[in-house]
């Protein structure tokens, strides 16, 4: 599994925990869609998250979180049978900002309704700076939701980690933002090792390939080794598999031909290395497999919708946002 290690470094994952709600008596909010992946941790009470179907509502249980990777727009209820209000428009009456990615905020303290029950729930956003088509967010499934009742071992550690961050935000103690956003980072790992050993047979596409004995090799080549001249037969070849076989099988498993996924972890790590700074663009274009600037710019713009050196002032601008962010909360 040590590819999953690699591509969770290259999420440059930055969660925020932007607020503790205590909720009375009836209450529904309508949650946007968002460029980050909204999580929600049921601490006491009740909740139910809605999405593509009201009929088949998520019930949430104390200790329970529940992720939306792809950051799809839904609703978070007392009941299934609640009316909602915009979140945005409850938010912007406490004197929240719209979240947007790169977006900090301090702990906030929202309390909203009245009568009974009472709900409390931890809301926050992992924020993945650029996705750049990060094949693990690809592979998750739009909402994933993790029990804690399961008594896994995933699941004690997520609620361990759940107790920390409510008393992180309960605290007051400096730091507590801080401290807080790491344990959310560590919950998002978590999230992800459940999926993993919960979901059985796993769909077509990169998790799956990972975990299949004959095709987690070749990923493991292609990973390690971009810049290397790969093609479908020195792959089948380095595995010890037939050149039309080993196509065949990769395409049943991952869903791409071997150099359309070769293709796609090239972009993806030259995309990386432009995020931690000044490279010259021909050393760039060589650490990824290409001997021409030319052709690797082309590539590079299909993939992500700009050239390189666009593609890295768009990211100054992105982590200037950041700071501005950060340093005027």
Known sequence: MVLIDEVLEGLRLHSTVFCRMTLSGDWGFAKDALGGAPFHLLLTGRASLLKDDPDEPILLKPGDIVVLPRGDAHCLVSHPEAETVPFHEV?????????????????????????????TLISGVFDFGDRRRNPLLAALPSVFLLRVA????????????????????????????????????????????????SAGELPKGWLRGITDAEIAPALGLMHRAP?????????????????????????????????????????YQAAGILADGKIALPALAASVGYRSEVSFSKAFKRWAGRPPAEYRRWLLAKKSHEFEQGDSQ
């Open 227 to 267: 810049e290397q001249p790969w093609s479908v037969a020195t792959l089948a070849r380095d595995i010890g598999m037939s050149r039309s076989r080993f196509a065949r099988r990769f395409h049943d498993v991952v869903g791409q031909a071997p150099l359309e996924y070769l293709t796609h972890w090239r972009m």
């Open 91 to 119: 938010s912007t009456s406490l004197g929240m900002s719209p979240w947007t990615p790169g977006t900090r905020y301090k702990s906030v303290d929202l309390r909203f309704g009245s009568g009974s029950p009472t709900t």
């Open 150 to 197: 399961s008594q896994t071992p995933t699941a004690n550690t997520v609620a361990t980690l759940t107790s920390l961050l409510d008393s992180e935000l309960l605290s007051g103690l400096p730091g507590a933002e801080s401290v807080s956003a790491r344990l959310a980072d560590i919950l998002f790992i978590q999230v992800v090792r459940s999926y993993l050993a």
